[in-house]
């Protein structure tokens, strides 16, 4: 579980979908995700959405306005009102998603202006709730304080944003009332901006200063942005929370790329498997402290990760190849840390605001990859929700790999996938350890009500838990890989002793 557990639930939660997996919906109003919720996202499994930072911000023309806040005690922004983002929780919840909230309390917004809720301010002097001496004194932070100068990371301005001094008892107890009053509207957790730049103990302070059981009567979950440099120990906010894995993201853009001759095969020795997680990079040991992901919105804009929705001319992973959906259906076959799926727009000028238009037509139909990406609607991650779900706390068994770029596993006695990152077919039989019987390929499809058939190709297990595949290459028109589980069996089991063969259209 992603989120910290510091306090047993006080309540009966409500009936909550699996926390395996969350999505960042980034930058849609809460009128959208509202929708999104009851539509789509509840019915589909994930356990939550992470929604972009509710509060009073810079009313600019540029997306990281939402990330220079001005008001923590007003709570309109691009995305709505506070009353538009109450019904979103209500709602949410009444679907069986949790709602985490991204938090920015390093820093307030820079120049002056008025904001998205009407309030004047002033850089680093005149806010509707802080004045000069809320704020560390002015200094940059240099690209050198990374390596061995942690006061100034903490202490200084990030890009220029005016600094607030989180030791403050002042300061803290602003927070800890924007805090308390987003647990007390129904928000489930938080993930902490810039977490890195604010010293240990002042988050720390903060953090035990509000209640850490969601009115659900779940324990308040919370994870933290925290970009590893020379400075920080990222261990040490582990008492906080869990952290941001953008080792995670590193490594599928190394991986599924063929990055410094990295390739998917090299998986295991790279972070470890369960029981002996770590690797040679050196992810946590305990994987439950990590949050991951194969991109957020600043790598995709960054280049720091596989991006899907990046036309800026940046290399995109969608583009004359299946990459990108194949390292989401990695991360959600895989047990490593909690993850997310991230959802946002297409862009071509990597500072551009959200798109204006709603990702909805008239009649309520999703333009999915029109402006919005609607990723999280893509069926073949979509239905990948389900598998993480199913094979949660199981191992890994049976690894094996083709060439460099082709893996298969199994996930314990429940769940088999098979991803061809190669631009050649992969032509092999497996062990999947399922019972004998005609599973759907959720990457393509899944059963009907019934069970009586699959809505696209199905995969015959033999008695002994063997199937052949013919997976066609990467580069074409389908997603090249198998994943199967058991709740997506279909009616009865096959006494065939072979393996039959599988052709993946």
Known sequence: MAGMTVAAASAPAHAF?????????????????????SSFLGPQGYGGVQISPPSSANRGSNWWDIYQPVDYTNLTSKMGTGAELQAMINTCHAAGVRVYADIVVNHLAAGSGTSTAGANWVAASSYPRFSAADFHPACDIQGSDYSN???????CRLVGLPDLDTGASYVQGQIRNYLSSLIGMGIDGFRFDAAKHIRQSDLQTIVNGVTHTTTAGEPLWITQEIITDGTVDRNSYLSIGTINEFKYATAMKETFRNLNGASISQM???MGTPGNWGGTWGFFTDSSKATVFINNWDTERNGDSMNASNRSGATNDTQGSKRYD????????WPYGEAQVHSGFIFTDTNADAPAASPFDANGNPLINQQWDFIHRWADI??????RAVTSGQGVDNFTSGSANQIAFNRGGKGFVAINNEFSAWNQSFQTLLPAGTYCNVVHGVANAGKTACTADAVVVAANGTVTL??????GNTVPAVALHINQKLGGASNDTTAPRCQLA
């Open 17 to 37: 979908n699996p926390r395996d997996t969350s999505v960042q919906m980034f930058h849609w109003k809460w009128t959208d995700i509202a929708k999104e919720c």
């Open 470 to 475: 013919s997976i066609p290459a990467n580069g």
């Open 268 to 270: 295991r020795s790279i």
């Open 382 to 387: 979509a239905n990948m929700v389900a598998f």
């Open 326 to 333: 194949l390292a989401n259906i990695f991360m959600l076959a």
């Open 149 to 155: 100068n942690r006061n100034a990371v903490t202490q």
